[in-house]
């Protein structure tokens, strides 16, 4: 059973301020599907996100702007580590959508 989910994305082929909003999607995306609390850290441009309760209780990770890629870590919670596999496909396919 895998403990985290991590992947990186190609945004090269779209202008920095369309990556924003994209980046927006993604997250909205990422708190409908697993009810996240999120919030920016400007410094490392990075979202922080965490779920405090439902059935993804103690999932935490974050979503950083990149030059050129975004670079995305989720770390699962036990019981949600035999699902990793269904979650990860959920995300990358929240991905794919948003970067067209």
């Not at 990186?8 to 708190?31: D, F, I, N, Y």
């Not at 400007?42 to 999932?59: I, R």
């Amino acid at each position: 059973m895998r403990e985290r989910i991590e992947m990186t994305k190609s945004t090269e082929h779209l202008p920095a301020e369309v990556v924003g909003q994209r980046v927006g999607a993604v997250t909205t995306g990422l708190q409908s599907t697993l009810n996240l609390q999120t919030r920016w850290d400007d410094n490392s441009s990075t979202v922080l996100f965490e779920s405090m309760d439902g059935f993804a209780k103690g999932v935490t990770g974050t979503l950083q702007i990149r030059p050129g890629e975004l670079h995305l870590v989720v770390h699962l919670p036990m019981l949600l580590r035999v699902q990793a596999d269904a979650v990860e496909a959920q995300i990358n396919e929240m991905f794919e959508e948003a970067l067209k």
